[in-house]
C-alpha cells in the first residue's frame, strides 16, 4: 500500500539503526527520512492545522522510536506504519475531544457580574454601629419591629408599653438611625 508521500525508501543506515533499538540516532534518522512526508500527510488529516499535525508527527515519533524493536526492518518504508499511527493519533484526539465540553479562557467569567462580599461586611458592620449610637429603648423599638418583624402591638405588648410608645420610639429611632448612617458616609 502506497501512502501519499511516501518515500518510498528506506535508507540503509535506518536498517541499521533499527537492529539496535532505543538507541537515540533512531529518532534523528527517523525525522531526516520521514519527517517532511509524515507532516504534509497529517496536516490533511488535521485540516491544516499545522501546530497539531506537528504535534501529531512528533508524537507518532515518539511511538516509532519507543517501537523500533518491534519494527521490521526489511520493509522499503515505514511510512505505512507511520501513516496508521498518525493517523490513529488523530482520531483518537478527536474522539477525546468530542466527549469533553469545549474550553473556554477566563474571559467570560470576568464580565460576569458577582456580589462582592465585602461590601456587605463593610455595610453590616457600619449598621451595627449605627445601631449601638441609639439609645436602649430607641434600638428596642426597633429590633422587634423591624429585626424580628413584629407588628407595633406585638412589640408593644412584648415590651409592655404602649402602642403609642413604641410607634414614637421607632419614629424617632428612624430618624436617629438616618442620621448616625450619614455620619458614617452612608446615604440612602
Keep these: 500500500m502506497a501512502v501519499p ?16 533499538p532505543r538507541d537515540e540516532d533512531i529518532i534523528a534518522a527517523l ?5 517532511r512526508p509524515l507532516l504534509a500527510f497529517v496536516l490533511r488529516l488535521t485540516g491544516g492545522d499545522r501546530p497539531w499535525a506537528e504535534d501529531v508527527v512528533q ?4 511511538r516509532a ?15 505505512p506504519w507511520l501513516a496508521t499511527v498518525s493517523r490513529r ?8 475531544r468530542e466527549v469533553r465540553p469545549p474550553e473556554v479562557g477566563d474571559g467570560p467569567l470576568e464580565n460576569l457580574p458577582m456580589a462582592d462580599e465585602l ?3 463593610l455595610r453590616k458592620v457600619v449598621v451595627t454601629e449605627a445601631l449601638e449610637s441609639l439609645s436602649p429603648a430607641h434600638r428596642q423599638a426597633l429590633t422587634e419591629t423591624v429585626l424580628r418583624d413584629r407588628t407595633v402591638n406585638q412589640a408593644a405588648e412584648h415590651l409592655g ?10 419614629y424617632y429611632a428612624l430618624r436617629a438611625l438616618r442620621v448616625a ?3 458614617r458616609g452612608v446615604t440612602s
Design 31 to 35: 525525522y531526516r527520512e520521514y519527517h
Design 89 to 96: 493519533i488523530v482520531i483518537d484526539h478527536r474522539r477525546h
Design 65 to 79: 522510536w519507543r517501537s523500533a524493536d518491534r519494527l521490521d526492518d526489511r520493509t522499503s518504508s515505514l511510512m
Design 181 to 183: 448612617l450619614e455620619e
Design 119 to 121: 461590601d456587605g461586611l
Design 5 to 20: 508521500g511516501s518515500t518510498g525508501r528506506q535508507t540503509g543506515g535506518l536498517r541499521s539503526l533499527l537492529r539496535r
Design 161 to 170: 408599653i404602649p402602642v403609642g410608645t413604641v410607634k414614637s420610639r421607632v
Design 59 to 62: 508524537e507518532t515519533m515518539i
